[in-house]
């Protein structure tokens, strides 16, 4: 199984503000589904909370420290149903999270559901925020970053990303919604 991580940010690696993105780019919300589709995808408790539900096709394993959630984080009954149907699973650690989405890959290749399906390739894919991603960096072998050519406010950097840990193995770069986008995949 590759663990990837999928981020997008400014220049000055810039990821979040008061909870949210710094920006709305649809162009970049299409390629984050297009590169994530039928993976599953970790994240952190506050990034998930800012989705606020599961993706289509993709199961979202949160990782939070609090053994209640989401019963006690001010959620809907929707939330049980998302456990009910696995399409939100819970961890309390990156390495139990990593290991739900094994099992997960496992069972889509026997056969048994699971996610896994659009590449043929195992691949979970960590999609943040900045406190996940420093648990998971050491881990990923494989980064989709968007740079925005351009800066933004806000209160989350991705602080975790070296650029000298990576090699550039493709990069396409379009103007779309106002801004430069930069299209990277990285490798170790
Ligand atoms: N630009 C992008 O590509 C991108 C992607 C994702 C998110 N974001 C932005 O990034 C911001 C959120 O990032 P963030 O770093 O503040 O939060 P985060 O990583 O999404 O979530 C942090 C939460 O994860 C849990 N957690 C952290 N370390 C843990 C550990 N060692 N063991 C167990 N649980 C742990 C805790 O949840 P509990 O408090 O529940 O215990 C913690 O509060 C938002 O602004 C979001 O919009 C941007």
């Given at each position: 199984m590759i663990i990837s991580m999928v981020m997008v940010m400014d220049r000055n690696r810039l990821i979040g503000s008061n909870g949210k993105m710094p920006w709305h780019l649809p162009a970049e919300l299409k390629y984050f589904k297009k590169v994530t589709m039928g993976k599953p995808m970790i994240m952190g408790r506050k990034t998930y909370d800012s989705i606020g539900r599961p993706l289509p096709g993709r199961t979202s394993i949160v990782v939070t420290r609090n053994q209640s959630w989401p019963a006690d984080g001010?959620?809907?009954?929707a939330q049980q149903q998302y456990l009910d149907n696995g399409q939100l699973r819970v961890a309390s650690t990156f390495d139990a999270a990593v290991a739900i989405a094994g099992e997960l890959l496992a069972e889509k290749q026997t056969g048994?559901?699971?996610?896994?399906?659009?590449?043929g390739e195992a691949e979970v894919a960590v999609i943040g925020g900045a406190d996940i991603c420093k648990l998971a960096m050491p881990l990923c072998k494989r980064l989709y970053l968007t740079v925005i050519d351009a800066e933004f406010e806000g209160?989350?950097?991705?602080?975790?990303?070296?650029?000298?840990d990576w090699s550039l193995a493709s990069e396409t770069t379009v103007t779309v919604d106002g801004y430069s986008l930069s299209y990277q995949v990285l490798e170790r």
């Open positions: 001010g959620h809907n009954e048994q559901g699971g996610d896994g399906e659009s590449t209160d989350t950097w991705l602080t975790s990303f070296e650029r000298d």
